[in-house]
């Protein structure tokens, strides 16, 4: 450890309280998806205080602020906090009203984003860097309400649905050269250093029209479209034997409008659900299938069908652990439990960290510090030191390992990365997902 370490250790122990402090009134005042408008002006009234340049309201609520002033050809390292919560309406900390809460633990990597800002604007510190770092906190990684979503992209407020693939496309990302992300893993780990194999997906919001009346007197005029969505959802369960393990796909759905009165055949229904897979080419079959299902439903019951498709995310591209954040786990936990993800290992979940990965390195680590299922009413904080101080730890030291000694080890980074696609070529591939499907089967 030498002393520019030793003095980021020391003011973010000195901070200690102040982030704490933080990560527990975000983790009090949750916000979904787009509408994380406090949490942002919170994060934003931080970072602006020390950082050379601030801005705010990008992709609706995103914040980004540079360490140093912005200049051409530096190599510059984002530091990644979403801003979103999860709906999970009956957990102790949930919103009353909007039922949002971070049982995902969100709240815990802007505690680590801004504790390592408080570390980095040291002025010894910051001219110790040969680089910059950016302190990006992002909206909507949580892929909830389909519909808001929807009626934002009508409004052309937002293309995409997740706020790190809108923010590759408004290019908010062009001068970010690596980003290092973190998330919350509750288990028996302190720190687990690199990323897993995880599922993209698209999103579809299903609309059945039917046709009203009166459910005792003259149902028989009517065309129950809450009928031909069950229907609907039952030929898409008969797929699912049709799906390879190994493309681990999932199929969900919620019904978001079933009707209006028990009494009155159901004019309309609403449907929203994510097709998720490992892979594009298994996305795309079990989409066309997911269609295919809720057509039948429309077509036997005599329904008019709207299926709006939109881009989700990718699948995460995993990459060989970091070892400097692996050094770095077992330096600030000596005694703590550290392992690297396995290359086997692979999640159903996933994450617009995986469209990242498409177009940057990635540099992802994960703090235990919680116990409970991750979206769950029974996400709890067990140990604030893991899951925001040693964040905030990670977080500073990684980019100060990367970029000291004449940013040597950030630009071979940048240099050894192969991406898959430039971020024009993400969005034309990303575009390609958009569709709408209308079937008219109405008497």
């Known amino acids: 450890m030498d002393k520019i370490e030793e003095k980021i250790l020391k003011i973010?122990?000195?901070?200690?309280?102040?982030?704490?402090?933080?990560?527990?009134?975000?983790?009090?005042?949750?916000?979904?998806?787009?509408?994380?408008?406090?949490?942002?002006?919170?994060?934003?009234?931080?970072?602006q205080k020390n950082t050379a340049k601030a801005e705010k309201s990008l992709a609706i609520t995103g914040v980004k602020a540079y360490l140093k002033d912005p200049q051409e050809n530096e190599i510059n390292l984002a530091l990644i906090g979403e801003l979103d919560a999860v709906s999970s309406p009956?957990?102790?900390?949930?919103?009353?009203?909007?039922?949002?809460?971070?049982?995902?633990?969100?709240?815990?990597?802007?505690?680590?984003?801004?504790?390592?800002?408080?570390?980095?604007?040291?002025?010894?510190?910051?001219?110790s860097l040969a680089g910059n770092v950016t302190f990006f906190a992002v909206p909507s990684e949580e892929y909830g309400e389909v519909e808001f979503k929807l009626n934002l992209k009508e409004k052309t407020l937002i293309k995409y649905g997740g706020g790190k693939s809108e923010l590759l496309r408004i290019g908010a990302f062009n001068d970010i050269d690596i980003a290092i992300t973190?998330?919350?893993?509750?288990?028996?780990?302190d720190v687990v250093v690199g990323d897993r194999l995880s599922n993209g997906f698209v999103s579809k919001v299903i609309r059945y029209k039917g046709r009203a009346a009166h459910a005792a007197a003259n149902p028989?005029?009517?065309?129950?479209?809450?009928?031909?969505?069950?229907?609907?959802?039952?030929?898409?369960?008969?797929?699912?034997?049709?799906?390879q393990d190994k493309d681990m796909v999932r199929v969900h759905t919620i019904l978001t409008k079933g009707g209006s009165l028990v009494n009155v055949i159901p004019e309309e229904v609403v449907i929203e659900s994510l097709v998720r897979a490992n892979n594009v080419q298994a996305i795309e079959d079990a989409s066309q299938k997911t269609d295919?299902?809720?057509?039948?439903?429309?077509?036997?019951?005599?329904?008019?069908?709207?299926?709006?498709?939109?881009?989700?995310?990718?699948?995460?591209?995993?990459r060989a652990p970091s070892s400097d954040i692996l050094d770095i786990a077992k330096m600030i936990l000596p005694q703590g439990s550290i392992r690297t993800a396995q290359p086997h290992e692979s999640s159903a979940g996933s994450s617009d960290v995986g469209d990242l990965t498409h177009v940057m390195p990635v540099l992802t680590f994960e703090t235990?510090?919680?116990?409970?299922?991750?979206?769950?009413?029974?996400?709890?904080?067990?140990?604030?030191?893991?899951?925001?101080?040693?964040?905030?730890?990670?977080?500073?030291?990684?980019?100060?390992?990367?970029?000291?000694?004449n940013g040597e080890k950030a630009k071979n980074i940048k240099k050894d990365f192969k991406p898959i696609f430039s971020i024009e070529e993400y969005k034309k591939h990303m575009d390609q997902f958009e569709s709408v499907l209308k079937k008219n089967f109405s008497n």
């Open 368 to 405: 235990g510090g919680v116990s409970g299922d991750l979206h769950s009413k029974d996400f709890k904080i067990i140990n604030k030191d893991i899951a925001y101080i040693a964040t905030a730890k990670i977080m500073a030291l990684t980019a100060y390992r990367l970029l000291k000694e």
């Open 182 to 189: 973190h998330h919350s893993r509750p288990g028996t780990a």
């Open 292 to 318: 295919r299902a809720f057509e039948a439903g429309a077509l036997a019951l005599g329904a008019n069908l709207e299926i709006y498709t939109s881009p989700g995310y990718l699948p995460t591209i995993p």
């Open 90 to 127: 009956h957990h102790a900390y949930a919103d009353k009203t909007t039922g949002a809460c971070h049982a995902c633990g969100h709240h815990c990597q802007l505690a680590g984003m801004i504790g390592a800002a408080l570390a980095l604007t040291d002025e010894e510190i910051k001219n």
């Open 220 to 243: 028989h005029l009517g065309v129950n479209a809450l009928n031909a969505a069950a229907l609907g959802l039952n030929a898409l369960a008969m797929q699912r034997e049709t799906f």
């Open 12 to 47: 973010i122990d000195e901070h200690r309280q102040q982030i704490i402090d933080f990560a527990e009134d975000i983790y009090q005042h949750p916000e979904l998806g787009y509408k994380e408008t406090r949490t942002a002006s919170k994060v934003f009234d931080l970072l």
